[in-house]
């Protein structure tokens, strides 16, 4: 019993920017090096891959690729953990791209599943900014902090299940 992946992601966690306009097209603009969205994005990604913390996490991105959230019945408890640990090796080597998309209106992310994108996924460059913009000890930074990580699962959610299931044309 594995992830079972049919599409092989070779994405590495590059951040691109983009428009609302252009966001059906590849990106090929990165974000600044400098920019702070870059550690909160490496942070998040290394606390998915090594911390306890997210045990849960990682149960439902595996739930996901299993079509189910009941994988674990009538498992072992070494298959259990090698399934978890292969979940952490795929965000650790080849997480998804993100795409920091200027202008997005009434969502916080999005992931497409069309050939040419099915290995990014989309975050509002707005909240982004809003974000790198607020007092670091504030209530502010703190609630964007929470709502940028909790965007970036659910959306690699949906690029975990494009991992599992067949790419429409």
Same mark, same amino acid.
């Given at each position: 019993m594995s992830l079972e992946l049919i599409l092989k992601p070779v994405s590495k966690g590059?951040? *691109? &920017?983009?428009?609302e306009s252009s966001k059906d097209t590849v990106p090929e603009t990165l &974000? #600044?090096? @400098? =920019? #702070? *969205? =870059?550690?909160?994005?490496? @942070? =998040?990604l290394a606390e998915l891959a090594d911390s306890a913390l997210y045990n849960l996490v990682i149960d439902a991105f595996v739930? +996901?690729?299993?079509? %189910?959230?009941?994988?674990? $019945?009538?498992? @072992? $408890?070494h298959t259990i953990a090698t399934i978890e640990h292969e979940m952490r090796v795929l965000l650790r080597t080849n997480p998804p791209d993100v795409i920091a998309v200027s202008g997005m209106i009434g969502a916080y992310g999005y992931h497409q599943r069309r050939h040419h994108l099915w290995s990014f996924i989309g975050i509002? *460059? @707005?909240? +982004? %900014? &809003?974000?790198a913009k607020s007092p670091a000890n504030s209530g502010e930074y703190a609630s964007l902090t929470a709502l940028l990580k909790t965007c970036l699962d659910h959306e690699i959610g949906h690029w975990l299940f494009t991992l599992v299931s067949i790419l429409p044309n």
């Open positions: 590059k951040v *691109f &920017l983009s428009s &974000l #600044p090096a @400098d =920019h #702070p *969205f =870059h550690a909160l994005w490496k @942070d =998040h739930a +996901i690729c299993r079509g %189910t959230p009941y994988w674990k $019945t009538g498992v @072992d $408890t509002s *460059f @707005d909240v +982004i %900014t &809003l974000w």
